[in-house]
């Protein structure tokens, strides 16, 4: 695939895959923060809405005037919760191999243009603690390539690093309960408008070059 400037089109879909994984990882800071004393007085619902609008804007959710209380996060500020948030756009990157089937005005990114990609992603900090994620890059690529479906993109290694590395995090209580259950959900669609908006974004590219 062809693009006026390649080095610029990749380093725009790399950090669009970072900050996807930067807005994800706030959004479920929120979600913990508001199951607390505001449950009933904001609708978890919103906060996905409005975290889903635009899943690179990573102060969407700031921008309502809801303030993070890190005092109300308490189980979430330790180095092991941080790293999190490299797991996270790492769990986006090694599905970039999926983006070989998507057909733009300019034809299909090649293997080589894909790799440069994540590349660009890692090299911004991403990464796989102790192998958490099952899934890695060269094993998308072959099940892309096979035409094998790529397993649905799911909350269980957010779950299992939990219940594993946070232990203050999956203890029964409304809040985590709460937070593991939304989980589900939110990850899900996270990974579904990434798919979208890179797809979108794969086309304008094109449409330009």
Not at 150 to 175: C, H, M, Q, S
């Amino acid at each position: 695939m062809e693009f006026l400037s390649e080095r610029t089109a990749f380093t725009l879909l790399s950090e669009m895959v970072v900050k996807a994984g930067v807005s994800l990882f706030n959004s479920v800071k929120y979600i913990y923060m508001i199951s607390d004393k505001d449950f009933y007085n904001i609708n978890i619902k919103d906060i996905i809405k409005i975290a889903l609008n635009n899943i690179t804007d990573t102060a969407a959710l700031h921008n309502t005037g809801i303030k993070l209380d890190k005092e109300r996060c308490t189980e979430m500020n330790s180095p092991e919760y941080e790293r999190v948030l490299s797991l996270m756009v790492y769990s986006f990157a090694v599905r970039l191999p999926e983006l070989k089937n998507i057909k733009t005005q300019g034809g299909y990114l090649n293997d080589k243009q894909i790799k440069t990609i994540y590349d660009m992603v890692i090299a911004k900090g991403a990464g796989n603690f102790e192998n958490v994620i099952s899934l890695d890059y060269e094993e998308v690529r072959r099940m892309v390539k096979s035409g094998k479906p790529v397993p649905t993109y799911d909350a269980e290694w957010f779950k299992g690093y939990i219940y594993t590395y946070v232990p203050a995090l999956a203890a029964i209580t409304n809040k985590n309960l709460l937070l593991l259950g939304s989980a589900d959900i939110l990850f899900t669609l996270f990974h579904s408008c990434l798919e979208e908006e890179l797809t979108r974004v794969l086309n304008a590219l094109a449409a330009k070059a």
